[in-house]
C-alpha cells in the first residue's frame, strides 16, 4: 500500500507519470520496489522467473571459459559484474575458476540493496580465500583490465511505451484520479519524434497505426556509467532481445513489456505494484549505436546456443547424474525456441586491434 501511495502522489504531483518513471518506482523504490524489498528471491521455489546462473552452474562455467579464452587476448585481471542478483554467478564462478585463474577482484555493481545483502551473504559461503576478492561498489572509478559482465540487466531498465493511433505517435501514461490508476497518453515529445522518425529510415518502413513499441532512453546513461571509469576492457552483455528490424517487426503490433509473477505472465500493471517484475526485450541495434557513440568495438553478436555450445557446455553438463535433470537444463539453455536464440551474447571492447577470435557463429552483421 505504501509503494500505492507513492505512485500516486507521484502522479497527482507530476500530472502523469511515463511508464519508464512508473517502472522504476515499480522495480526499484527503496525498501518497496520489487527488486529492493526484502522479499526479492531468486530461490528457484520463491522466484517469479528464472535466469541462466540460478538454472544450473555449468552456466556460469561457459562463461569461465570464454572468460579464460579473452585472457589470451587482452590483460584482463578483475571481473565486474552488474546486477548480480542473488550472487549466484559471482559464487559459482569463483567455486569453479581454478586457483591460477582467479582474478585479483571480482567487483559487483547492485542497485538493490537487499539483494546486495543476499550477495553478500552468499560470497561467505565460500573459502576464506575468497573473501577479500569480491568488493561490492557504487559507482565504476578507476578500474582496469576488467571483464564486464551484465546477465539480465538491460532488460531490468525501465523503457518508455509508445504507440501509433490515426496517424500521431503518442507515449503511454499513467494518471491518478479518484484513488485509481489509469493509463492515459501524452503527445510524444519533439525528442521521441526524432527517435521514431530515424527508426522508421532505418528499418525501410513506417510504424503502422495500432501499433505498441518500446524506446528505452536509459541505456545510453548505463552504458555510459559502466564504462567511464574503466581502462582495458571486455563487456560481455547478455540478455534476451533482437535487432531493430526484429525488434520493430510490423507483426509485433503489442510491443515486447512483461509482467511477471510465479513464472506466470499477469496483464495488469496497475495492481500489485512492487510483487511483479517488469522487463523488456532489449533492442541490440540500439545498444550497438550507443556503444558506437563511445567509441567501443563491437567484437562479436552471437546467440546463447552458438556460445554455450562453443564454451564447452556440453561437456561439462557430463557431471550432472541425473539425466532427467541435464536434459531439462540442456533444453532450457539451448534450445532455440527456449533461451537459446532468444538469449544474445554481445561483446564489446575499448580496444581490439582486430585479435580477437570468437569461437561462435558472428551475427553483427544483423545489427
Ligand atoms: C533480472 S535480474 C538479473 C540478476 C542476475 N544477473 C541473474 O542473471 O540472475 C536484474 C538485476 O539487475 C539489477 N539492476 C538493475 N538495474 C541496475 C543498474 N542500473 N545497475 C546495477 N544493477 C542493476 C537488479 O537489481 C537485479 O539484480
Not at 191 to 212: A, D, T
Not at 224 to 240: P, T
Amino acid at each position: 500500500m505504501e509503494l500505492l501511495k507513492k505512485i500516486h502522489a507521484k502522479a497527482k504531483q507530476d500530472g502523469y507519470l511515463t511508464f519508464d518513471c512508473y517502472t522504476d518506482i515499480c522495480l526499484y523504490e527503496s525498501h518497496l520496489g520489487y527488486y529492493n524489498n526484502k522479499h526479492i528471491s531468486f530461490d528457484q521455489k520463491n522466484s517469479d522467473f528464472i535466469t541462466a546462473p540460478e538454472l544450473s552452474s555449468i552456466y556460469t562455467e561457459s562463461i569461465i571459459n570464454f572468460y579464460l579464452q579473452c585472457k589470451k587476448y587482452k590483460k584482463i585481471d578483475n571481473i565486474l559484474e552488474f546486477g548480480a542478483g542473488s550472487g549466484e554467478m559471482a559464487y559459482n564462478f569463483l567455486k569453479n575458476i581454478k586457483d591460477n585463474d582467479i582474478p585479483k577482484k571480482y567487483y559487483i555493481l547492485e542497485k538493490s540493496i537487499y539483494l546486495r545483502k543476499q550477495q553478500e551473504k552468499k560470497i561467505k559461503l565460500l573459502p576464506e580465500k575468497y573473501k577479500d576478492i569480491v568488493e561490492w561498489i557504487d559507482e565504476v572509478k578507476n578500474i582496469e583490465n576488467v571483464f564486464l559482465l551484465a546477465n539480465e540487466v538491460l532488460d531490468a531498465i525501465p523503457s518508455k511505451i509508445l504507440f501509433r493511433e490515426n496517424n500521431i505517435f503518442y507515449e503511454k501514461v499513467i494518471k491518478s484520479k479518484n484513488n485509481k490508476l489509469y493509463f492515459s497518453k501524452i503527445d510524444c515529445s519533439d525528442h521521441l519524434q526524432k527517435k521514431i522518425k530515424n527508426i522508421e529510415l532505418r528499418i525501410g518502413s513506417s510504424i503502422p497505426n495500432n501499433y505498441i513499441f518500446e524506446i528505452n532512453t536509459l541505456y545510453k546513461k548505463f552504458l555510459s556509467d559502466s564504462i567511464s571509469g574503466v581502462k582495458n576492457f571486455i563487456f560481455l552483455i547478455i540478455d534476451y532481445g533482437y535487432n531493430e528490424k526484429e525488434f520493430y517487426h510490423p507483426e509485433r503490433t503489442k510491443g515486447t513489456i512483461q509482467f511477471y509473477k510465479n513464472h506466470k505472465k499477469i496483464s495488469d500493471p496497475l495492481t500489485d505494484q512492487g510483487n511483479f517484475d517488469i522487463s523488456t526485450s532489449v533492442d541490440f541495434s540500439r545498444v550497438n549505436r550507443i556503444s558506437n557513440l563511445n567509441n567501443l568495438q563491437l567484437v562479436s553478436y552471437t546467440t546463447q546456443t552458438e556460445f554455450l555450445l562453443n564454451t564447452n557446455i556440453l561437456e561439462n553438463s557430463l557431471k550432472i547424474n541425473d539425466s532427467n535433470k541435464k536434459n531439462n537444463i540442456l533444453k532450457t539453455l539451448l534450445l532455440p525456441s527456449d533461451m537459446g536464440e532468444n538469449f544474445k551474447m554481445m561483446i564489446l571492447c575499448d580496444d581490439d586491434d582486430g585479435n580477437f577470435k570468437m569461437p561462435f557463429k558472428d551475427f553483427r552483421h544483423k545489427l
